[in-house]
Nanobody, 127 residues
């Protein structure tokens, strides 16, 4: 069964750090772009970062503060989040793009390109 499982969320003070994990089960994630998206109540899921064989991509709000990495041995993608702000709060989901244009396509933060979403992990940045 294909599945992504997110973890690592929690409550953190502004300026703090968290590392989110997205572990894949039932498939090898190495060939596929993986994306992190954030959702807050009443709003659409917004792209935060993605990683492919050829690139990493970040939303403007994440540049310089977040870092996405892929650990092939652990079949896991991480999102290191530093200098967190209250506006980073939300539920973070990871998804996989099983149909990239080619094996080395750049990933883009378009929700419709990703699927097989996990259950999400909640991040609350608050003092």
């Amino acid at each position: 069964q294909l599945q992504l499982v997110e973890s690592g969320g929690g409550l953190v003070q502004p300026g703090g750090s968290l590392r989110l994990s997205c572990e894949a089960f039932g498939f090898n994630l190495e060939p596929y772009p993986i994306g992190w998206f954030r959702q807050v109540p009443g709003k659409e899921r917004m792209g935060v970062s993605c990683v492919s064989r050829s690139n990493t991509n970040y939303a403007d709000s994440a540049k310089g503060r977040f870092a996405i990495t892929k650990d092939i041995a652990k079949n896991t993608v991480y999102l290191q989040m530093n200098a967190l702000k209250p506006e980073d709060s939300g539920v973070y989901y990871c998804g996989v793009d099983f149909f990239p244009s080619n094996s080395y396509s750049d990933c883009r933060l378009i929700e419709g390109k990703f699927g097989s979403w996990g259950q999400g992990t909640a991040v609350n940045v608050s003092s």
